[in-house]
């Protein structure tokens, strides 16, 4: 029997659970870490499963409602604090799904969009764009794109999750943590 209130969703490979961000937020506001089972140290262990988008991807529609607002995020090495493998499960701000929405042009500097057909090859398709040597300082945003599949959103050193609806109370959290009409995170926060 899994506790609800913490674990989300378990498999033999990943386990889905509520992050601690999320006590005494209100009820609209997700924040959830998907994990491996078996020890991942982070984006940069060539053992790193693929699986674990898709299996993201589903705890997320579990639990917001309207897939274009789902994000997910893993942090480049160097702006994490666990020394474990997780993809934060989270609600994209509104305007980076805006620009998401709008944006025919080149990411703005910092960042890459890399076009995904399906979740079954982020780790794949990221380290084909970027190269094996920067996997490490790459963080991944993960949703929806417009015209169908999925678009990743790729950080150079710096946490996707300025991008994303991370916290549930905005006061305090300086500017440059989060996301503008045109997002370039100067100093993203460490998760």
Known sequence: ?????????RT????????????????????????PRMRITGIEDPQRPEGIWPFAW???????GDEIEIGLAINPESVRTQNQMHVHVVRLRPEVRAWLDSSDTPAPRGL???PLPTLNGVFDAVEARVGTAQMADTGILVARARRGG???????????????????????VPSAYRATSSPNPAAPPRR
Request: hydrophobic residues 55%; aromatic residues 10%; contains cysteine.
């Open 1 to 9: 029997m899994l506790d609800v209130d913490v674990v989300w969703a």
């Open 12 to 35: 033999d490979a990943f386990v889905a659970i509520q992050n601690m961000v999320m006590c005494g937020c209100h009820p609209g506001f997700v924040a959830g870490l998907v994990l």
């Open 58 to 64: 589903k705890v997320a529609q579990s639990r917001i």
């Open 112 to 114: 890459a969009l890399v």
């Open 150 to 172: 999925w678009t990743a959103v790729l950080t150079n050193r710096t946490s996707p999750l300025a991008f994303t609806m991370y916290r549930c109370v905005e006061t305090g």
